[in-house]
């Protein structure tokens, strides 16, 4: 928050609180029949008022303000953020090993591991056909109960 804008605000509920007396001033006078003393009231009520008015045009200039420098310095973050990524980008090409993939894990299988997969049979695994099992949280099987028909009881 900038100083006009704090200016702004605080000038506008000021002046907008102070209007407050002249009306009630206006509403008295007006309760009398007094309009000498109702005109000089309006005046005040709107001097207050064309104040308030004024100190919310600085308001509205501060927050244009405030929002221009809001967007600058997001637009600045994105362009760090940019050249960053661009010279991360460069250093990792720098020292990448040509032929390799970028940001790719490499995985070595020993000569015995090869081996032992070469002599090893393949067992064709079948999935199992069964029913649905349900554990108890101790960990044992719940046997499920031969299906019945569901029964339905009416009260009345």
């Known amino acids: 928050m900038n100083v006009q804008m704090m200016e702004g605000l605080l000038g506008a509920s000021a002046n907008s609180k102070l209007s407050g007396t002249p009306m009630g001033v206006y509403r008295q006078a ?23 008015v004024k100190y919310q045009e600085k308001l509205d200039k501060g927050m244009e303000a405030e929002a221009k420098a809001v967007r600058e310095r997001a637009k600045l973050e994105r362009e760090a953020a940019a050249e960053k990524q661009r010279e991360e980008r460069k250093r990792t090409e720098e020292g990448a090993e040509p032929g390799r993939l970028q940001g790719a894990d490499v995985v070595q299988i020993s000569e015995a591991a090869k081996a032992a997969l070469e002599n090893a049979p393949v067992e064709a695994v079948e999935p199992a056909d069964s029913e649905p099992v349900t554990y108890t949280p101790s960990g044992e099987i719940i046997v499920p109960a031969a299906e019945s028909e569901p029964t339905v009881s009416f009260s009345a």
Do not use: I, P, W
């Open 30 to 52: 007006s309760a009398e029949g007094d309009t000498e003393k109702m005109r000089r009231a309006l005046g005040c009520a709107g001097e207050c008022t064309e104040k308030a």
